[in-house]
């Protein structure tokens, strides 16, 4: 994913993050030039060092001449208890199956949805969207617990 600021942080010039869905790696562009890797948190593009603090489910802030200019905002306390009672939501519905490969499943369902749910809830910034899109997860994914219970371990 790819995030552009364009201030006076950083002198009108566009400051690109960019992150990897599934390898998580980390690109800094600064005007047009692409940074190159230093350390595990520090790009340096001629004589600009550029210190990237976080990832994209944290919040990324980028040190810059000073100044540290925020990419992607930090998840909220919110955010994360929306995405945990998704998980928590398919962990007490699983003590209500006696076949412990579907109280796994369950777990696999609600960790899984934890994960995603959080992912979805931080391409928005509207809190009442953010709220819905976590009771939805959390809806959802106890549906999807109770079919496959039903059908597949044939428990209902």
């Known amino acids: 994913m790819k995030f552009k600021v ?16 599934w390898s998580g790696k980390k690109e800094v562009e600064y005007d047009g030039n692409k940074a190159e890797r230093v350390d595990k948190y520090t790009y340096k593009l001629g004589e600009d060092n550029f210190n990237v603090m976080g990832s994209y489910m944290t919040g990324v802030t980028i040190g810059f001449k000073g100044n540290n200019i ?3 905002k930090k998840t909220t306390w919110f ?25 796994i499943v369950d777990g ?11 992912y979805v809830m931080k391409l928005t910034n509207k809190t ?8 939805a997860f959390l809806v959802v994914l106890i549906g999807l617990s109770y079919v496959f219970s039903a059908f597949v371990f044939k428990q209902f």
């Open 6 to 21: 364009n201030n006076n942080l950083t002198e009108n010039k566009d400051l690109v993050y960019t992150e990897g869905f």
């Open 70 to 72: 925020e990419m992607v």
């Open 79 to 103: 955010e994360y208890t929306l995405a945990l009672l998704t998980f928590i939501g398919c962990l007490a519905f699983a003590f209500f199956v006696d076949n412990v490969w579907s109280a």
């Open 108 to 118: 696999i369902f609600g960790g899984l949805g934890c994960v995603i749910g959080l």
């Open 128 to 135: 009442w969207l953010k709220i819905l899109i976590g009771i």
